[in-house]
């Protein structure tokens, strides 16, 4: 029953966002921060394919580097499939960790440097599994 909800959730946010903005978008980018294991990008590309079959759509991601030596054990994704499968769409930063707060000014410059984001997501937090209250930071 959450995945059902979860799957009107995403629609409802799309169908709201992309209103209105038919002809707007020949091209659309997005850009996802903290998204692995990739499931937002997922409902995105389920979405486009659907009611946006013509829009010709790029995104790009970043992520806790999941193969970098220093993401601890609790951070580690199990599932990296759509990071294997397109490793050139995400973004680890200058250190390869992905962890977005080492990010310079620099670095965001040459991300943004290659043309404008239209929608721009954030999923993440810091491991919380253990302390649950913690859980909302």
């Known amino acids: 029953q959450n995945d059902i909800k ?13 209103h209105g903005h038919d002809n707007q978008f020949e091209d659309f980018r997005s850009f996802h921060l903290c998204e692995a294991p990739g499931h937002f990008i997922s409902a ?29 054990t609790c951070d580690m994704i199990l599932e990296d499939e759509i990071i294997l499968d ?6 680890f930063g200058k250190d390869g960790s992905g962890d977005i707060r080492k990010w310079d000014y620099e670095y965001l410059s040459s991300l943004v440097g ?4 239209y929608l721009v997501t954030a999923d993440g937090s810091f491991y919380t599994q253990v302390k649950c209250i913690l859980s909302n930071r």
């Open 6 to 18: 979860t799957e009107v959730l995403f629609r409802e946010f799309f169908l709201v966002f992309f």
């Open 44 to 72: 995105l590309d389920r979405f486009i394919c659907t009611f946006h079959s013509n829009m010709d759509w790029f995104w790009e991601a970043n992520s806790l580097n999941p193969h970098h030596e220093t993401t601890s």
């Open 86 to 91: 397109q490793p050139s769409r995400w973004h």
């Open 114 to 117: 290659s043309g404008r984001y």
